[in-house]
């Protein structure tokens, strides 16, 4: 079970941290992402940790978002700073046992445990 919180409203320009827990198992034993949706648009990947460690971020949050974990690997949290108003969106924790490649951690079709999301709102 994947739980997502941390989720807010913010202006432009400041910062979020969303957290991921998972019940019952580490991190290390899974691809993780994060997926965003916005309002009439498609969900799409935002940031993802390949089981080697390896990390992918879309073009768009380049720079600005980050990914980390706890010592005990049970909360994956994804930063977000110089966050913008099309960062506005229901964002999504995602993890799957098999292995996915680099190229392929930022598609939702590879993922089959997702978290219920967490609203972010961020104003102008």
């Known amino acids: 079970q994947l739980v997502e919180s941390g989720g807010g409203s913010v202006q432009a320009g400041g910062s979020l941290r969303l957290s991921c827990t998972a019940s019952g198992y580490t991190y290390s034993s899974f691809c993780m992402a994060w997926f965003r949706q916005a309002p009439g648009k498609e969900r799409e990947g935002v940031a993802g940790?390949?089981?080697?460690?390896?990390?992918k971020f879309a073009d768009r949050v380049k720079g600005r978002f980050t990914i980390s974990q706890d010592n005990a690997g049970h909360t994956l949290y994804l930063h977000m700073n110089n966050l913008k108003p099309e960062d506005t969106a229901v964002y999504y924790c995602?993890?799957?046992?098999?292995?996915?490649?680099?190229?392929?951690?930022?598609?939702?079709?590879?993922?089959?445990?997702w978290g219920q999301g967490t609203q972010v709102t961020v104003s102008s």
């Open positions: 995602a993890a799957d046992y098999g292995f996915i490649s680099n190229g392929q951690l930022l598609f939702d079709y590879e993922y089959d445990n």
């Open positions: 940790v390949g089981k080697d460690g390896s990390r």
